[in-house]
């Protein structure tokens, strides 16, 4: 796979500071059921990587000494980790919002069926793959079969009162585009989303997340074999706005990798740039604090102009939308 990562620096990009942590998300690892073309991650069945009990324990302690008020749960596939059930049940008895970025075809697999109850039934967010809602783009970017498991997956979770109005179980759709373009308007793809999921499935959802793909990693890599990753980097940065530098994720979120390090977020993880301390040490969820977060850089690169291009991106979608 051809490598990104020196294309991105170094780098004209903003410099950034931190505000309170509001957010801990946790990449359980990088193994999962689907292999997307969008995957920033590089996940995949093949992959090993996956977080020890031990490293799970002191997400919990973390959560516990720190106050901090949600866990966002992420992989790979997470629920494939055998930590994931345990980090919900703990987190949700010390009151932390849990949110699981699912893919939905998880919920079809073998010795996961119920997976949608055990979600249902912690009142956990789901925040849902769902990068198209034609059947045709779905499988072209996320694999044959993939749209149809995925409409299944909804109508199981719709069923057990996710996206229902009157329900407080919360279901958010993420749509990724197809190739290097920015993505729509999200109000105006939400609704479109709404109608053609209703009228054809009958599936409701909350909320719709328009998530920019990040030139990195396997996309990244798809980008350089096609000649297009510097058009596209040279999009995000032509498209940058500077109000959205105030409503970037990793200024209130911080990301732990499945070995417990510390990174500004999930796309600094997969490029490697840990945050450390003043004498180059990396930090460790074992040992954090939140007062060593304050005094820690954000750091930055090429591939953060796609948080800032447009509308703005990030794990909770468009920042107008």
């Given at each position: 796979?051809l490598s990104?990562r ?5 780098t ?5 500071t931190?505000a ?10 990088y193994r999962?059921n ?8 590089n996940?995949g069945p093949?992959?090993t ?6 490293t799970?324990r ?10 901090v008020?949600v866990?966002?749960i ?5 629920e494939?980790?055998?930590c994931?059930r ?15 970025r699912?893919?939905l075809?998880?919920l079809q697999?073998p ?5 949608a109850e055990?979600l ?6 789901i ?5 198209c809602y034609l059947?045709?783009n ?6 044959k079969?993939?749209?149809q498991?995925s409409?299944i997956?909804l109508?199981?979770?719709?069923a ?11 279901l958010?759709l993420v749509?990724n585009p197809?190739?290097p373009?920015l993505?729509?308007?999200q ?5 479109d989303?709404?109608?053609?999921l209703?009228?054809r ?13 990040m030139?990195?990693l396997?996309?990244g890599?798809?980008?350089l074999?096609n000649g297009e990753f510097?058009?596209y ?11 959205n ?7 209130s979120?911080?990301?732990i990798?499945y070995l417990g390090?510390?990174?500004?977020c ?6 490697d740039?840990?945050v450390v301390?003043?004498?180059r040490?990396?930090l460790?969820i ?5 007062d060593?977060l304050?005094?820690?850089p954000?750091q ?6 796609g948080?800032t291009?447009g509308?703005g991106?990030?794990?909770?979608g468009?920042?107008?939308?």
């Amino acid at each position: 796979m051809l490598s990104t990562r020196e294309h991105l620096f170094p780098t004209d990009f903003p410099p950034l500071t931190r505000a309170p942590l509001q957010t801990l998300q946790v990449n359980l690892g990088y193994r999962c059921n689907q292999q997307c073309l969008h995957c920033h991650v590089n996940a995949g069945p093949k992959r090993t990587e996956t977080m020890s009990d031990d490293t799970a324990r002191q997400v919990i302690d973390f959560l516990r000494r720190s106050g901090v008020g949600v866990l966002d749960i992420t992989g790979g596939a997470p629920e494939m980790n055998a930590c994931f059930r345990g980090l919900v049940i703990q987190a949700r008895e010390l009151g932390v919002h849990v949110i699981d970025r699912c893919n939905l075809t998880i919920l079809q697999e073998p010795g996961y069926e119920d997976l949608a109850e055990f979600l249902a039934d912690n009142d956990v967010e789901i925040v849902a793959s769902l990068p198209c809602y034609l059947e045709e783009n779905v499988d072209k970017q996320r694999g044959k079969g993939v749209f149809q498991s995925s409409i299944i997956g909804l109508q199981r979770l719709y069923a057990l009162g996710y996206g229902n109005e009157n329900s407080a179980r919360v279901l958010n759709l993420v749509f990724n585009p197809q190739g290097p373009v920015l993505p729509p308007p999200q109000a105006a793809l939400e609704t479109d989303y709404r109608r053609m999921l209703g009228e054809r499935y009958g599936i409701q959802f909350n909320h719709l997340f328009t998530i920019t793909n990040m030139p990195i990693l396997r996309f990244g890599s798809t980008l350089l074999s096609n000649g297009e990753f510097e058009p596209y980097l040279e999009l995000l940065k032509q498209s940058h706005l500077d109000e959205n530098l105030a409503r970037v994720m990793c200024r209130s979120l911080i990301s732990i990798d499945y070995l417990g390090y510390v990174f500004d977020c999930d796309f600094n993880q997969m490029l490697d740039m840990p945050v450390v301390d003043p004498d180059r040490h990396r930090l460790h969820i074992s040992s954090l604090s939140t007062d060593q977060l304050s005094e820690t850089p954000i750091q930055v690169g090429e591939h953060c102009y796609g948080c800032t291009a447009g509308q703005g991106s990030s794990c909770g979608g468009a920042f107008d939308g």
